[in-house]
């Protein structure tokens, strides 16, 4: 049942696991320690056997949907099918068992992993530096707009202190200016959806540091005025950053460095199939133009002879993390990329191609705000008199997980589907069914949903006026 | 056609069709400019070939090997059960609880993450996790100087893993070094400008060292202290929320993660509850459903980035939810006798080595200073010592570039290992 608590299945005395034995002299830590550093109450946790935690996580389990029990085409996250070959490969003792500081000579298998991916990610940007340290989306902006600041200090280029996103980024794109203390400046949308580049022309100074641009943009619509949009950004010295959250609609259909970006990060858990594990760990790679790579995170991996070795970057702003960024991710996309080499331009048209398929179908009930071609999510809003927030939950009694609503911002009862290439045409087919059932239904009964849920709807301001975040 | 792709000719050909385009290159007419060739990258793999590839390289590493290395990352039990539960998809395959009504499941596994946090810190609120231990302390420099209303400037010693130090640096953080001295910090001098105290215990070089001092030392200037600890070591050391401090941060790793060259770990981060809403990242809390039902949601959801944007007080967004889930898994699994259990295995092998080292004539650099299972042992030539360690087997300690090894010992450990790294070492001069 909901709320049961691990530690309330226990009994003082139970144990879930046997350690080794003890094979030298026992010492004793009265003998060691100051008296005042040893704990005197021990923690409240839980004591219980194995078969009950492994019965407890089990059954919670069954309370939680993912991509293998249920559809569910998340905007902007990509939740495609995780394939089970990259958990294996993960698994492997000769990788898994390996410590971050163990010597360039005792680790050439996993560094070489490394030095592969970095080589397959500048080419699928078109951009030659790469850094796989990042240890997520977020972590990989705001390396990004941490080395554009290094590369104006280094250049004694004092007066840059904005950086421009547009009304359509993710939330983590303002919230990287300000953690790198830029002040974050919004530019609005042409009625395309895309940039107004009018508006940036107006804009940019030699006071502009960068503009993060997310391309598709939040609305699952091209850039289509991307290169203009970096040449103005480049005749007034600043750079142009790509969020690589939707590169699923890219690969192989359009470089970054053609575009005129400078710097990007990659989701190697959305694009390049790395679990997202209920909300992380994460892998945020950046790769960059030869200006900018001596401004790179601290390591890289480079070619020496036949010998790879780690690297610290000429001018880097440092490390971003303690060892070389989450290396389980790095090696699952690295098996991915190699389990489909130049086809990854099939796994994007799929993507695209599913869609449009879903804007096709749905086109004519919801509105649709950008009624072009979509890329490889689009954006819809409710029939009149209906909420977004009701269709979600509604969706969630047919069996499928809402799409992310409320974002991106500059429409109202946001709907942001994004299928993602690993759904058939009959799932698409009996999701379009029921929002289109849901898009009839009775507002007043559809207020009531979800109803064969785990739950029904739930207070979310008891919870944070009475907090309780722990047992 | 793609890997792990439904399409069939004839539906690639229906979907276009109700599209009303005649071909996939028409749904990339708005592209510009188009990439025309294709991406030079080498031939896809059958599933097979990859895992062959996998294999065949994890031979060029040195793993799995008796190790004693640790310097923030341990090589540590990991129980069969945890790759078990977190390799079901319903954990795997799922992503932020943005729907509770569908994500009850990680919802009451961060709750629970929560509480171990709590309890074994001694504080009252913790996050969900964030990316790992050297970005817990990034975060926490970061959270002094909004709570304190000061510069980011925070005192830290040489006992502060070097590496977490870097990190802090790159956050924008300034660092005024505190004396360090017979392998403890003094921390009798702090800048009263300081926004931060910082203390590790057991710190890089594996002492204890005394959290109540730099707590002292932090509130006299108005300044928060957070402590660094590993959480098995919490086990057996007071809590650092009893030894006054404000925030205490660190690595997840040692709870049930496999070393992985680094990553994924999970860094933990946890504090008064008066200071929450400074607190970075994702926090899970108890409600109820319409029909009063206890349940668990997000919370406090103001302090973030997809709310706040550019005013959010940090750009995190993810926390890492699937290790989260091991360590909680690992946790149960232990109990409190279990994990005080590991570190009294790892403290009595770590002794007996660091005494069988002595007695053949090494010293150690700190000698009157408490350790748990770690040491540094002074070695003139550390990185040859460590080369006939690996001839016989054996990944021998961090060099500290010094003339002295950075030693880790932990419950996996065996005497004949011990005894075996002994021996190398005095044969190895």
């Known amino acids: 049942m909901l709320g049961d608590l691990i530690r309330d299945k226990g009994r003082e005395g139970r144990r879930g696991y ?31 056997d194995e078969p009950t935690v492994i019965r407890h996580y089990t059954n919670l389990s069954r309370n939680q949907w993912g991509i293998d029990t249920n559809f569910y085409p998340l905007g902007s996250c990509t939740m495609k099918h995780n394939p089970r070959v990259n958990e294996q490969a993960a698994a492997v003792p000769g990788f898994a068992m390996l410590h971050p500081l163990q010597s360039e000579g005792q680790t050439q298998g996993a560094l070489r992993v490394m030095y592969e991916l970095q080589g397959f990610l500048a080419e699928i940007s078109g951009l030659p530096a790469v850094s796989l340290q990042p240890m997520a989306g977020a972590q990989g902006e705001l390396t990004s707009i941490l080395m554009i600041k ?19 980024a993710h939330g983590t794109n303002p919230a990287t200016a300000s953690m790198a203390n830029f002040k974050a400046v919004e530019v609005g949308l042409d009625e395309h959806g895309s940039v107004d580049v009018g508006e940036l022309r107006e804009m940019v100074d030699e006071t502009t540091a960068a503009l993060m641009i997310t391309n598709p943009n939040t609305c699952g619509v091209y850039e289509r005025n991307i290169k203009e949009i970096s040449e103005v950004l480049h005749e007034a010295g600043a750079f142009l950053y790509m969020d690589g959250a939707n590169m699923n609609a890219n690969m192989g259909r359009m470089r970054a460095a053609d575009a005129g970006v400078d710097i990007m990060h990659f989701n190697l858990h959305k694009t390049y199939s790395t679990p997202h594990g209920g909300g992380g760990p994460g892998s945020g790679a950046i790769a960059c133009s030869e200006d900018l790579a001596p401004f790179r995170p601290d390591p890289i991996v480079e070619k020496d002879g036949d010998l790879y070795t780690l690297v610290r970057p000429e001018k880097s702003i440092g490390r971003m993390a303690a060892f070389h960024g989450n290396f389980g991710q790095i090696l699952r996309a690295w098996n991915y990329i190699k389990m489909h080499g130049p086809e990854l331009k099939s796994v994007t048209d799929m993507a695209v191609l599913n869609a449009n398929y879903v804007r096709a179908r749905l086109g004519g009930t919801y509105r649709v705000p950008y009624d072009e071609l979509c890329k490889h999510e689009v954006l819809v809003q409710p029939p009149k008199g209906k909420k977004a927030l009701d269709i979600a939950k509604g969706l969630i009694d047919h069996g499928f997980h809402p799409p992310t609503i409320y974002f991106p911002l500059v429409v109202k009862e946001a709907m942001l589907i994004e299928p993602t290439e690993t759904e058939s045409k009959e799932t698409l087919d009996d999701f379009v069914g029921a929002m289109l059932e849901l898009a009839e239904s009775d507002p007043e009964e559809l207020e009531e949903a979800p109803t064969h849920a785990a739950t029904r709807r739930l207070d979310e301001t008891r919870a944070a006026r009475q907090l309780k975040a722990r047992w | 056609m793609a890997r792990f792709t439904p399409h069939t000719e004839a539906d690639v050909e229906e979907m276009l069709e109700a599209i009303g385009v005649d071909t996939l290159d028409d749904l990339f007419a708005d592209v510009s400019p188009k990439l025309e060739e294709d991406l030079d990258l080498p031939p896809a793999l059958s599933e097979h070939e990859a895992l062959a590839d996998v294999n065949e390289l994890a031979k060029e590493n040195a793993a799995a090997l008796p190790l004693f290395i640790g310097a923030g990352a341990y090589d540590r039990v990991v129980p069969s059960a945890i790759s078990s539960i977190i390799g079901r998809g319903e954990y795997l395959t799922s992503y932020t609880p943005y729907q509770p009504e569908v994500s009850q499941g990680h919802l009451q596994v961060v709750f629970e993450f929560q509480s171990v946090i709590s309890e074994l810190t001694g504080l009252e609120v913790s996050n969900a996790s964030v990316y790992d231990g050297s970005n817990a302390v990034a975060e926490a420099a970061l959270m002094t100087a909004r709570l304190t209303k000061r510069n980011p400037k925070v005192a830290v010693s040489e006992g502060l893993n070097r590496r977490y130090r870097e990190v802090v640096e790159t956050y924008g953080v300034e660092l005024v070094a505190l004396p360090f001295e017979n392998g403890t910090t003094d921390f009798s001098d702090v800048p009263d400008d300081v926004s931060g105290v910082f203390v590790q215990s057991p710190n890089y070089f594996g002492i204890v060292e005394d959290i109540e001092a730099a707590s002292d030392a932090a509130h006299a200037v108005e300044a928060l202290s957070v402590a660094v600890c ?45 200071f929450v809403r400074q607190l970075p990242g994702r926090i899970a809390g108890e409600t109820v459903d319409k029909d009063g039902k206890l349940a668990y949601v997000l919370t406090l959801r103001g302090r973030e980035q997809d709310i706040r944007r550019a005013k959010a007080n940090s750009n995190i967004c993810t926390n890492q939810a699937l290790t989260a889930l091991a360590a909680t898994v690992y946790a149960a699994l232990l109990g409190p006798e279990g994990l ?11 002794h007996y080595l660091a005494d069988r080292l002595q007695a053949s004539g090494f010293r150690l650099r700190y000698p009157e200073a408490p350790f748990l299972w770690e040491f540094a042992v002074e070695l003139p030539d550390a990185a040859k010592a460590n080369e006939a360690l690996l001839e016989n087997g054996i990944v021998g300690g961090l060099d500290l570039g010094d003339g002295a090894m950075l030693v880790a010992v932990t419950e996996k450990r065996t005497k004949k290992e011990l005894d075996a790294f002994v021996e190398v070492v005095s044969n190895a001069g």
């Open chain 2, 230 to 274: 590993d959480p098995i070591a919490l086990a057996v050391l007071e809590s650092p929320g009893n030894l006054g401090a404000d925030v205490a941060v660190g690595e997840a790793q040692p709870l049930g993660m496999p070393l992985l060259f680094g990553g994924p770990y999970a860094g933990y981060m946890a504090t008064h509850e008066k």
């Open chain 1, 18 to 48: 046997t350690l080794p034995k003890l094979d030298v002299e026992e010492t004793n830590l009265d003998d060691v320690l100051p008296e005042k550093a040893r704990r005197k109450e021990k923690p409240k946790l839980a004591e219980v």
């Open chain 2, 340 to 350: 005080r259990e590991v570190a009294e295995l790892s403290a009595s092998k770590a």
């Open chain 1, 150 to 168: 290094k590369y104006f200090e280094d250049a004694g280029d004092e007066g840059r202190t904005a950086v421009i996103v547009p009304e359509t």
